[in-house]
């Protein structure tokens, strides 16, 4: 077994598609380029992204985070962002956003805790 990557390596975080035909596709952004959410996965979550709201052609109610850089605004910050905010993902209301922004999400009181412990028993099997 080959033993893990002990180096403090985090390209993982983030990388900049210089090929891709719509680069930049939210203009804005200061830091290098982070594709790695290109498709953001706090769409389903609320979130302090500036963000519209417009109805599909089948009637469901959809964001348009067209207009949002947080996920894309440099390597560090934008993972930084993600994780933050996927701890304790709140599903979206299918409201427009408030003013200001949804603030970020706060644990009950033991979540984190029990997340651990779920963690924690999930690697020793004990599913």
Same mark, same amino acid.
């Given at each position: 077994m ?6 403090l390596?985090?390209? &993982? ?6 090929? !891709?035909? &719509? +680069?930049? !596709? ?8 982070n594709? +790695?959410?290109?498709? !953001?996965?706090?769409? %389903? ?5 500036p ?5 599909? *052609? ?7 985070c067209?207009? !949002? /850089? +947080?996920?894309?605004?440099?390597y560090? $910050?934008? @993972?930084?962002?993600?994780?933050? @905010?996927?701890? &304790?993902p $709140?599903? @979206?209301?299918? $409201?427009?956003?408030?003013? =200001?922004?949804?603030?970020? =999400? *706060? =644990?009950?009181?033991? %979540? /984190? ?9 999930? *690697?020793?099997?004990?599913?």
């Open positions: 080959e033993p893990k990557d002990t180096t390596n985090e390209a &993982f975080k983030g990388f900049t598609n210089r090929d !891709c035909p &719509f +680069l930049p !596709c939210h203009p804005g952004v200061t830091r290098a380029f594709c +790695l959410f290109c498709y !953001c996965p706090l769409i %389903a979550y609320d979130c302090p992204g963000y519209e709201i417009y109805t599909d *052609r089948n009637g469901l109610v959809r964001k348009d067209s207009a !949002c /850089t +947080l996920p894309h605004d440099g560090q $910050q934008s @993972w930084n962002f993600i994780q933050k @905010w996927l701890e &304790f $709140q599903p @979206w209301s299918g $409201q427009p956003q408030t003013d =200001p922004p949804t603030p970020r =999400p *706060r =644990p009950v009181e033991g %979540a /984190t805790e029990a997340v651990a412990e779920a963690h924690r028993r999930h *690697r020793e099997g004990e599913v």
